[in-house]
């Protein structure tokens, strides 16, 4: 069966649901005329904004207890992300919106400092990219995960990162020294070993192969690195976990991870809608395994089970990463984060005079 081409190249979505808390909403109506430039502008926007905090508290045991977020939306636009919600609280779509309208912290570096230097700050792991990925297209120019990496390095506070991009490569300067003291890991983000898979999935993303040489480079430079197989998709990438695994290990990476797709508010419909263009004849397979890791749902937003599922389906992953994460010797360490060198003090240094 002949796969749909795409209206919007380049990107997952390809329509934009429904914000949940918008009364109104505009729609095509006459696409031939004024409505064309209007909605169909495939244009990526970017809007500065000037939060009054940058570290996030997160309260799920199933993560970090904080996380930075120098951007929201993002521009790698993959289709199942379950972060796409979160765009709908600043006013805009889970769909193409997400993609294409992305917010700037520009302050993020000079509010981080300020949040370290309170002397109530207690010092634990932040995570990047709790909520979008902060090595994403945009920060090739504006730089602001680098800048922030810069004050955690100042003060000597740990961190994590997560990230699809091979980017990450840049500030192997500052990671490298982070790392020397025990403040920092980078996780990096597979979904499969099918780049074609992947151009569409997720578009704006490092290739599959620069996200091996990633972990390679990283490592090679005394950088903790792992794997994240993120998320696993039963019935569509599930079978390709050993050649990841093996592929991660044989570049460096020390921990393996992964977590279940969760198809969470809209993001069900939008990957549906991704499934029928371009896989029709395996779509009811890919959800119906889906929903069999989650209780016959697309979702499951309970703690504890979210990330991982439940049922026979759940349990085949869960035993197929485990078993090869013990073959290739994978996990057989922990992180042991220094939490001692922290110095809040760090923005009142003064050079002395001699």
């Known amino acids: 069966m002949q796969v749909q081409t795409q209206d919007f190249r380049g990107r997952g979505a ?23 430039p209007l909605l169909l502008n495939d244009r990526t926007d970017y809007t500065e904004i000037f939060p009054k905090s940058i570290i996030n508290k997160v309260d799920s045991p199933d993560l970090m207890n904080l996380s930075l977020n120098p951007y929201q939306g993002c521009e790698h636009g993959c289709v199942y992300c379950y972060a796409r919600n979160s765009h709908e609280f600043w006013g805009y779509s889970s769909g193409l919106d997400f993609e294409r309208k992305i917010l700037v912290k520009k302050n993020a570096a000079e509010l981080l400092e300020k949040e370290l230097s309170n002397p109530r700050h207690k010092p634990e792991p932040m995570m990047f990219s709790g909520n979008t990925d902060c090595y994403q297209p945009i920060e090739r120019k504006l730089g602001i995960t680098r800048q922030m990496l810069e004050v955690l390095l100042k003060y000597r506070h740990p961190a994590a990162i997560i990230t699809k991009n091979s980017l990450v490569c840049r500030d192997i300067d500052i990671l490298a020294e982070m790392a020397k003291k025990n403040l920092v ?5 597979v979904t499969g070993m099918d780049e074609k898979v992947r151009e569409k999935m997720e578009p704006r993303t490092s290739t599959y192969k620069n996200r091996f040489e990633t972990m390679r480079i990283l490592s090679e430079a005394g950088i903790r690195t792992g794997v994240l197989f993120g998320p696993v998709i039963p019935g569509l990438n599930s079978h390709e976990i050993p050649e990841v695994l093996e592929r991660a290990a044989e570049n460096g990476a020390r921990s393996a991870g992964y977590t279940m797709v969760r198809l969470n508010g809209q993001i069900g419909d939008l990957f549906t809608d991704w499934l029928r263009r371009n896989m029709p004849d395996r779509a009811d397979k890919i ?12 979702n499951d937003s309970r703690f504890g089970v979210r990330m991982k599922g439940e049922g026979q389906m759940a349990e085949s992953i869960a035993k197929l990463f485990r078993l090869t994460a013990e073959r290739l010797g994978l996990n057989q360490d922990k992180m042991i984060w220094n939490l001692s060198d922290f110095n809040p003090k760090a923005g ?4 002395t005079l001699f």
């Open 348 to 351: 009142q240094a003064q050079l």
């Open 14 to 36: 390809q329509f934009n649901p429904m914000n949940r808390f918008m009364k109104q909403e505009r729609v095509q109506q006459h696409m031939e005329v004024i409505d064309e």
């Open 287 to 298: 959800l119906n395994h889906i929903r069999a890791a989650h209780d016959g749902k697309l």
């Open 185 to 189: 890991s980078v996780m990096i983000s």
